[in-house]
């Protein structure tokens, strides 16, 4: 095996097992018995278990940040934004391990990683703000605390993603179709409350 594939491998075997066991209660012993390669061999890629982990999460955030696409007003903005939220369910959905870890591992395991995400939520919690500010300037919006609307549809996307990757039967899997759907309930949701519009009708008056 090549080092880069080697490298790759253990990466991989990692995940897997932060996924499985937790941060905390995973060793390199762990790492290197999935991964089948001798404790000399991990410290040839990885300084410790840390850096490891850290270059797990760099790489989910590296991902995340380039399905986010900027909204282009000339565009259809419903259309790019359902475009995004879209890119992020299928990130999550397609990483079920590396999501897992970042549920419920990376928040509070030090300043180091804090940082890390809350540079990630802030960069996709100004995408969502512009969307909506972009919406109210077209008029198919109404007037409303664009802050604090990008966090309720930010919370709502975590909380289903929760519900998808971290509550499922190991396993399961969602098709493309149900993908289409979860968004367009997502959308319909966050833009139209229970008020009972629809999502078709986004540019055609305004939502609120």
Sequence with gaps: MKKEDRRIHVLECASEVFAKKGYHETSVSDIVERARIARGTFYLYFENKRAIFEELLDQLIEKLDRRIKRINPEDDVARQLKANV???????????????????????LDEGFDKKLAQLNARIRNMVKASLDLGIEMGILRPCN????????????????????????PGSHVSGKERDSLVEQLMAFSLFGLSGGSYNELNNKPLW
């Design 86 to 108: 879209r890119g992020i369910i299928d990130l999550f959905l397609d990483n079920r391990e590396l999501t897992k870890i970042l549920v419920h591992e990376a928040i509070g």
């Design 146 to 169: 664009t802050s604090i609307t990008a966090r309720c549809i930010m919370g709502s996307v975590r909380e289903v993603i929760n519900y998808l990757v971290v509550e499922a039967e």
